[in-house]
């Protein structure tokens, strides 16, 4: 199998805790799950791929083509590193 290496590219991102300080990062709780009979807020972003759930300490990345999508913590210091 042939071997790849990623592109140098500089990304945004933040990192999203809760809901205390307002949505940042593009996140929001507009969707809303059935848990019983009471429907939830979720937080979550609008990828390409469709909608995807935000966990507290998740960074939001935005991609090359402006997208936004979360990332994991520990995906996320395993992959990139601060740029001044």
């Not at 848990?35 to 090359?64: F, Q, Y």
Request: hydrophobic share 40%; charged share 25%; glycine share 10%.
């Amino acid at each position: 199998m042939a071997k790849f290496r990623k592109k140098p590219v500089v990304i945004e991102a933040e990192q999203w805790f809760s809901w205390k300080d307002g949505p940042t990062g593009g996140v929001n709780g507009i969707c809303y799950e059935l848990c019983g009979a009471i429907a939830v807020s979720k937080p979550h972003v609008h990828t390409l791929e469709g909608m995807m759930m935000v966990s507290e300490g998740d960074w939001i990345i935005v991609g090359v083509k402006g997208e936004r999508y979360p990332c994991k913590p520990e995906i996320f210091a395993l992959t990139y590193e601060a740029v001044e």
